[in-house]
């Protein structure tokens, strides 16, 4: 994306003054361990211009004809564990997103878009972690109709996610728990929102700068540190990208519905959910082929509980955290070999 000069300039410059203002609070009040290691691995990112932008497109000086510089290594990923610390820095990021979002473009993020379908197939990268998408279709794939209200009002196509080119022939039921049926639905795009609007970025910086005198001093340069992080996970996240949702439905298709995970994400095991379809509070989520038990850490209490079509289901019974997310998660293989820990924020 290309930028005019000036607002990269102002963008450059707001960066310089905050790396000012954040080596003077370092000077001010110790840093936490958590900030400082993040601190040390954006050192070598650009800055605000950079990382929301990507890159600016550079004309050659002078009519001399030359190169264009060579573009900027992106900022390190946000902490996929972050520390108590690292979330409350990411607090105030999302304060300043969210006032942002009100001054450059109010209706972004509203939920309004209506599903489309795609009689086509899913990517080879999804296909080969998913064995449930690569069976054949069955009758009790079909996801349940949509029934609403006192009068039972029908809703055409009112249980498909609001997704696009979801892959309508890929769409598998992977268990049936509890009363309702868990579904994984892959589709083109499962980002429920439109790409954040360009203009926004700089405002989010703006935004950070009037937070900033409301932020404890300690977080201050972790909350500074970690933004031109925070931002490139804005743009990526808020792109269109394949992937699926898991629909845990009733009989009259309500229930709940987590959307966003990529290929990547269920590698990874951030597809962890919560919800209660049928009045039964369950956690869930998404693992890849070859996982053949989940075992979730609680502290005082671990479960473990067996994956079926691809999809792990645990029930809350008030032993657990009412979020529902773990401590730590195993996976293990059907000989009992660990396959990946994950722990959770």
Excluded at 32 to 44: D, K, N, S
Excluded at 125 to 150: E, H
Excluded at 253 to 258: F, L, P, S
Excluded at 267 to 289: F, H, K, L, N, S
Aim: with cysteine; glycine share 12%; proline share 11%.
């Amino acid at each position: 994306m290309t930028i005019l000069p000036q607002l990269e300039s102002e963008l450059l410059g707001a960066h310089a003054r905050r790396a000012a203002r954040r080596r003077r609070w370092r000077r001010g009040s110790p840093a936490t361990p958590g900030a400082i290691a993040i601190a040390l691995g954006v050192v070598a990112a650009v800055g605000v211009a950079a990382a929301a932008i990507v890159f600016v497109r550079h004309g050659p000086s002078g009519g001399g004809g030359g190169a264009p510089p060579p573009a900027a290594p992106a900022p390190p990923p946000l902490p996929a564990n972050p520390t108590r610390t690292q979330q409350r820095e990411e607090h105030y990021l999302y304060l300043a997103e969210g006032n942002a979002i009100q001054r450059c473009d109010p209706s972004w993020g509203a939920p309004n878009r209506q599903p489309t379908v795609n009689e086509g197939s899913p990517s080879p990268a999804l296909l080969s972690i998913l064995g449930v998408l690569r069976r054949p279709a069955r009758p009790t794939d079909k996801l349940p109709t949509r029934v609403v209200g006192l009068d039972h009002r029908v809703i055409p196509n009112g249980s498909l996610p609001p997704v696009q080119n979801i892959y309508v022939r890929y769409i598998r039921r992977a268990r049936w728990r509890f009363g309702a049926g868990y579904y994984i639905v892959p589709a083109g795009n499962v980002n429920q929102t439109a790409p954040f609007p360009a203009a926004c970025y700089p405002a989010q910086h703006t935004a950070l700068e009037r937070l900033l005198p409301q932020i404890p001093s300690r977080l201050r340069a972790g909350v500074l540190a970690l933004e031109p992080s925070f931002l490139a996970s804005m743009r990526s996240s808020s792109e269109p990208h394949e992937g699926i949702c898991l629909l845990a439905l009733n009989s009259t298709g309500g229930g709940d519905v987590q959307c966003g995970s990529s290929a990547s994400d269920i590698e990874q095991g951030r597809t962890t959910g919560t919800g209660g379809p049928t009045g039964v509070p369950v956690a869930y989520g998404v693992i890849p082929d070859g996982v053949a038990t989940v075992t979730l850490d609680y502290g005082r209490r671990t479960f473990t509980v067996h994956a079926i079509g691809n999809v792990w289901i645990l029930p809350l019974q008030g032993h657990q955290p009412r979020d529902g997310f773990p401590d730590k998660i195993v996976w293990r293989s059907a000989a009992g070999a660990v396959i990946k820990t994950i722990h959770g924020p």
